[in-house]
Nanobody, 123 residues
Framework: QVQLVESGGGSVQAGGSLRLSCAAS????????MGWFRQAPGKEREFVGA????????YYVDSVKGRFIISRDNAKNTVYLQMSSLKPEDTAVYYC????????????????WGQGTQVTVSS
């Protein structure tokens, strides 16, 4: 079992930055690949990016490449989403999730989810 708790959301103006954190419980955190998703009102949950258990590899959806960076600190059981050059269309609830499958982009491939944190970007 892995329990995930996101933090760091808030309101920011377009062009600004935010860093989200996702703290995990359990001793096996490093064995999970971690993903970030987001969901805007009235839209489906969207894959943002993911990082391998070791932290060596990441991949992102095209719309955030060059603006978002995912990292993790396995000693702290925490994964991060650094968001820069934020746009109003980045407004959503952001979720972290854990999976044993690399290159998984569909929500149903993730086994554990956090409760989400709201990010609002104003123009």
């Amino acid at each position: 079992q892995v329990q995930l708790v996101e933090s760091g959301g808030g309101s920011v103006q377009a062009g600004g930055s935010l860093r989200l954190s996702c703290a995990a419980s359990g001793r096996t955190f490093s064995s999970y690949h971690m993903g970030w998703f987001r969901q805007a009102p009235g839209k489906e949950r969207e894959f943002v990016g993911a990082i391998t258990g070791s932290g060596r590899n990441t991949y992102y959806v095209d719309s955030v490449k060059g603006r978002f960076i995912i990292s993790r600190d396995n000693a702290k059981n925490t994964v991060y989403l650094q968001m820069s050059s934020l746009k109003p269309e980045d407004t959503a609830v952001y979720y972290c999730a854990a999976t044993g499958l690399w290159l998984a982009t569909m929500p149903n491939k993730y086994n554990y989810w956090g409760q989400g944190t709201q990010v609002t970007v104003s123009s």
